[in-house]
């Protein structure tokens, strides 16, 4: 007689609601500057290009405005959230001597494959300036400031600096539309990694510093005139 073999259980899977996978997506087109502040939020294009109901798109919306990102409205499209000049002006405040210490510190600890890898970054970053991709530009860039944290070995400096970028990262993406600006910053990148590659911890600070505050300076100027034109 043949023995008759159960089939085995099916594994339980976890689920992942619709809205879970939208909210990740919409949340990086806010970030990277794609949808930008104030902008009127359009769900029925949105829903086009997710290929999505409205139910799923309504209830991610309602996740970002949790986070402060959108501003869901009555009776009016929901937008995206304004960025605070004075807000983004302390957080920048923060950051500029926090990177420096991350670059100072990263110059002196970090071993040879990290090395490597922040020169890989930096030849990406080149590339993409070099093609005129802003987009990726723009992502990559953080992670090229943050690698500096991450060479650190200081995994608090690490954890505040990616906090604080990510919170910089709207107003940052609509300064990097200044063409100007962003070569300055290319070349800007390119002194930092020569003293990065001489192993040179002060002068990494203080170009990181510069760079900093530059980057700051555009940034509100960005804003300041986007203000005035309100």
């Known amino acids: 007689m043949e023995q008759t073999i159960a089939p085995a259980p099916a594994l339980a899977l976890p689920r992942i609601s619709l809205h879970g996978l939208i909210v990740p997506r919409i949340r990086a087109m806010i970030l990277s500057g794609e949808l930008p502040p104030t902008a ?3 769900e ?6 997710f290929a999505v109901s409205r139910t799923p ?7 970002l405005a949790a986070e402060g990102l959108v501003v869901l409205r009555t009776h009016r499209s929901p937008m995206v959230a304004g960025v605070d000049p004075d807000e983004i002006a302390a957080t920048f405040e923060t950051i500029v001597p926090l990177e420096a210490l991350a670059g100072r510190l990263a110059t002196e600890r970090a071993d040879a494959a990290g090395r490597a890898q922040l020169t890989d970054m930096h030849a990406r970053l080149l590339g993409l300036h070099a093609a005129g991709d802003r987009t990726g530009y723009f992502r990559l860039n953080r992670d090229f400031h943050l690698q500096f944290a991450v060479l650190s070995g200081n995994p608090v400096l690490h954890a505040t600096l990616a906090d604080l970028l990510g919170k910089t990262m709207r ?4 300064a990097n539309l200044d063409r100007g600006r962003w070569a300055a910053a290319t070349s800007e990148h390119r002194h930092i990694l020569a003293a990065f590659a001489a192993r040179q ?4 600070a203080a170009l990181l510093t510069e760079h900093g505050q530059r980057t700051a300076a555009a940034v ?7 203000r005035a034109q309100a």
Not at 44 to 49: F, G, T
Not at 57 to 63: N, S
Not at 171 to 174: F, L, Y
Not at 220 to 226: I, R, S, V
């Open 171 to 174: 107003a940052r993406a609509s």
């Open 44 to 49: 029925a294009e949105l829903s086009r290009q």
């Open 40 to 42: 009127p939020i359009s």
């Open 220 to 226: 509100l100027a960005t804003l300041a005139a986007g």
């Open 57 to 63: 798109l309504r209830e991610a919306l309602k996740v």
């Open 201 to 204: 911890p002060d002068r990494v």
